[in-house]
């Protein structure tokens, strides 16, 4: 059968699916399956400009061209492999500055990775010798163009002319690991499915996000704050440490840690998620906004736009190359 992820496209994708797709993206332990994913759903999440789902090329080449004028250091029209090797040193600096920073100064830290970007560049690594079609031992914006098509034909497997959570493939094994997607596509509709008739309406769609919004807001204004949310995040931390302390052990405290973890689980990339999510950028969540986002990532999995979100369509399949 097929195999799915959820595409978290904001934090508030995160409060609808917190403790059901999170989990996907949030531990370590899950392994590198799920980083693969994580890393494919950030990128379309990042290119996506018009926050539609999905990546079209000409978002993907526009995306090329920012990253050409970050790495033509000198403005010469030109990038070189030293103009390359400084970019990713800078990327390098800055992710270990995220690790050496105090929890309380990290996502300052991060901020500073991301408005240093981009560091990642069509053409540039393994890729370099084949992308420097004239061989003169420099990129040109045309030949980074000429890669970042390619690259977007390879990553468009379904061939519709976008990338989004439908092209995801499972790191690049070409296996099938389908029993495993179902059972948490199942578990998923389980959950959301309160009329138990084997789909989900937008109505329960729409009130499950409602549930878990309230969750989130703590202090019952009506408002998601990012404190609240990094709150949650850390409320996570705390109950992972909790199951690895027991994990080794059996019994009721190993079980009781493990669901304390499951029910406080919540996306590691929240923080990110919740600026994308705050559209009038006023440093909160409203309900409204919540709808929204819940109403956006209802008609992307409806993909055959019955009115209904199926098992199948949680759930997606990875085409062998």
């Not at 008739?197 to 937008?202: L, V």
């Not at 998620?273 to 409203?286: I, S």
């Amino acid at each position: 059968m097929a195999k799915k992820e959820l595409l978290l496209g904001a934090v508030a994708a995160s409060l609808i699916f917190s403790g059901i797709a999170a989990p996907a993206f949030a531990a370590k332990h899950e392994g590198k399956h799920d980083k693969h994913h994580a890393r494919h759903i950030a990128m379309i999440e990042r290119l996506d400009t018009d926050k539609d789902g999905k990546v079209t090329l000409a978002e993907f080449k526009a995306n090329a061209a920012n990253a050409f004028k970050a790495f033509d250091a000198n403005g010469d029209g030109q990038v070189t492999k030293d103009e390359i090797k400084a970019r990713h040193a800078a990327f390098k600096d800055a992710r270990k500055a995220i690790r050496a920073a105090a929890d309380t100064d990290k996502d300052k830290a991060r901020e500073t990775l991301r408005a240093g970007g981009p560091y990642m560049l069509p053409g540039a690594g393994k890729m370099f010798d084949r992308a420097d079609t004239d061989k003169n031992g420099t990129l040109s914006e045309a030949e980074v163009m000429a890669a970042a098509e390619t690259i977007f034909q390879r990553r468009d497997t379904n061939k519709d002319g976008a990338i989004d959570v439908a092209d995801v493939r499972a790191g690049g094994k070409g296996k099938w690991h389908g029993k495993k997607s179902e059972e948490r596509a199942q578990r998923m509709l389980e959950r959301v499915d309160t009329d138990k008739d084997g789909k989900i309406s937008q109505a329960e769609m729409l009130a499950y996000a409602t549930a878990n919004f309230e969750r989130f807001d703590t202090d019952k204004n009506g408002e998601v704050t990012k404190a609240e949310v990094d709150a949650k995040r850390e409320a996570f931390r705390d109950a992972r440490k909790a199951f690895r302390a027991v994990k080794a052990t059996d019994g009721e405290a190993k079980d009781a840690a493990r669901q304390a973890m499951r029910d406080a689980r919540i996306d590691r990339m929240g923080a990110r998620m919740f600026e994308r999510a705050d559209t009038d950028k006023n440093g909160v969540l409203t309900k409204a906004e919540m709808e929204t986002a819940a109403a956006a990532l209802f008609k992307q999995r409806d993909r055959n736009g019955d009115g209904f979100i199926t098992a199948d369509e949680m759930v997606m399949k990875h085409h062998k190359k």
